[in-house]
């Protein structure tokens, strides 16, 4: 892990040395060159990187091949109830069997390698490569809460920062100011990662802790299905997204529409978006943005030729951009005229993410039975709101 990290930091070290060595007039070709290439390769650690932490922090027991892909360290209750539940649908307590739903028209078997077959190894082999798609970056920085029913969740807001104390004198009545409260409500919407039909046999002959691996991917789809939402929701019939109504108090970037103007512009603009925000949000602050609008920003030079955007040299630490820290997120609109590229703030205060209950997998056991095979999809409810305007601004590209 160490030497990973240090190869990481040295690519970042390469691509910043590049980007302050340049001249007044910018990067060279060559410049430009050897730092898109030197970011890439730090870019290229850094994912390797987080997907080592993470599976560090989940403690996964090492799999054992002389036990038919068993693991040394024994399952919990849980883990071999839902492996059951899997192989089996032998249901224990909160298993639940389901009987019918949607259908879905492909199913996963023995036969063919693309539907599921490769699952079935002549030899063993511990581990299975699965291809990976990043979503959601902005719901790792909000608040998120879970609730035990899907009923709507009513809570108060208040927002008093315009109304001040007086100083008066003596024997001088004291005049009312009142206090403006409103309401939010937090709703239940539903998404399904929809229906994966798998074979007995290959329930049965896998090797690959396919249990894990479907419970996974399952809520990958969902993550996947939410994730917009949280950042471009409508509020109608939908959750609201962080950008949706939020216009009144946009900077507006200087320059090309499809960028963020020149170094200097864009220098200025994401001041004058701190400067926008509330003091007593920037301790938590933080920047949100897409990787293509991040890939401008990190070209960025102050007066004195250092770059803006600095890469974490910790494990773990996200990069930041004028010392407060970056978070890319797929669902952030690309650089364009008129669109909202960049959000600055504290989103826990800004925005709140309410799911119900978790996510619920279904095994349909007798819809498929023809085919010798069981079905399986999973299902959550959640909602998000913009609880607190004032915690946030937004970042809008130039009109044409």
Do not use: C
Request: aromatic share 6%; proline share 4%.
């Amino acid at each position: 892990m160490s030497t990973l990290l240090e190869r990481r930091n040295a690519a970042y070290q390469t691509a910043r040395s590049i980007l302050e060595g340049a001249g007044d007039d910018g990067m060279t070709p060559e410049q430009e060159q050897a730092f898109d290439a030197a970011m890439a390769d730090g870019d290229r650690l850094n994912e390797t990187l987080e997907r080592s932490t993470k599976l560090d922090a989940l403690k996964l027991p090492e799999p054992n091949p002389l036990a038919g892909g068993g693991t040394v360290t024994e399952l919990s209750p849980e883990r071999r109830a839902f492996e059951d539940f899997v192989r089996h649908g032998i249901t224990g307590p909160g298993l639940q069997r389901d009987t019918e739903l949607s259908i879905e028209k492909r199913a996963q078997g023995v036969a063919t390698g693309s539907a599921g077959g490769f699952l079935v190894p002549d030899e063993f082999r511990a581990g299975i490569i699965k291809a990976t798609k990043a979503f959601g970056g902005l719901q790792r920085l909000v608040q998120n809460i879970t609730t035990s029913t899907g009923t709507d969740l009513t809570y108060p807001t208040i927002d008093d920062t315009g109304n001040v104390g007086a100083l008066i004198g003596e024997n001088v009545a004291v005049t009312e100011l009142d206090v403006v409260v409103g309401n939010k409500v937090l709703k239940a919407f539903k998404w399904t990662s929809r229906m994966v039909r798998v074979s007995n046999e290959l329930l049965v002959d896998n090797t690959y802790n396919l249990d894990t691996e479907l419970g996974t991917l399952l809520g990958e789809r969902i993550g996947r299905a939410q994730a917009p939402y949280l950042v471009a929701g409508t509020g109608v019939n939908e959750p609201e997204g962080l950008l949706t109504n939020k216009a009144a108090s946009e900077v507006t970037a200087a320059g090309a529409v499809t960028t963020l103007g020149t170094a200097a512009q864009a220098q200025d603009s994401l001041i004058n978006l701190e400067t926008d925000l509330e003091e007593s949000y920037l301790a938590n602050a933080s920047y949100l943005m897409h990787r293509v609008t991040l890939a401008a920003v990190r070209k960025i030079r102050d007066a004195d030729g250092r770059a803006i955007w600095q890469p974490s040299m910790t494990a773990a630490q996200p990069a930041t951009i004028n010392g407060y820290p970056v978070t890319t997120d797929p669902a952030m609109p690309v650089m364009a005229a008129n669109a909202k590229a960049v959000a600055f703030g504290d989103f826990r205060q800004a925005y709140v993410w309410r799911t119900v209950a978790g996510i619920a997998v279904r095994r349909l056991n007798e819809r498929f039975a023809e085919f010798d095979q069981v079905a399986f999809l999973g299902f959550a409810r959640a909602d998000g709101q913009v609880q607190n305007p004032a915690a946030y601004q937004i970042l809008a590209n130039a009109a044409v």
